[in-house]
């Protein structure tokens, strides 16, 4: 099998969003961390949630499909933006750190 010039480019250019999006993501946990011990006192210590809302944790394949088709541009049609509200609150459930964060806030879990 061969891979054509477009194969290769989206292959590499697929590689290095995923690097950057990482080189990204720890920045900005470290800014994070650093705000956070910046800000915090003895008396009020602040514990950073980084909460990372990755599509490529999208569980479903058809969720995933349809995320992958939505066009990147400002203007959705209704029910875009009603499964993207839908899917997000879904990643949100199933994030370990924001279920943390609600459990340190004294938020009542939500569950699956």
């Known amino acids: 099998m061969t ?20 080189e990204t993501n720890t920045l900005l946990k470290e800014q994070l961390m650093k705000w956070a011990r910046k800000l915090s006192t003895k ?3 602040i514990t950073p949630y980084f909460i990372d809302l990755n599509v490529t944790n999208i569980q479903n394949h058809e969720d995933r499909i349809f995320f992958n088709r939505v066009p990147t541009s400002f203007s959705l049609e209704k029910e875009q933006a009603d499964k993207l509200i839908k899917l997000a609150k879904d990643m949100l459930r199933q994030n370990p750190e924001y ?9 009542q879990a939500i569950h699956r």
């Open 3 to 22: 891979s054509s010039v477009g194969d290769t480019l989206s292959a590499v250019t697929d590689i290095q969003l995923h690097l950057y999006n990482t």
């Open 43 to 45: 008396e009020n210590p």
């Open 99 to 107: 279920q943390k964060l609600l459990q340190q806030l004294g938020a």
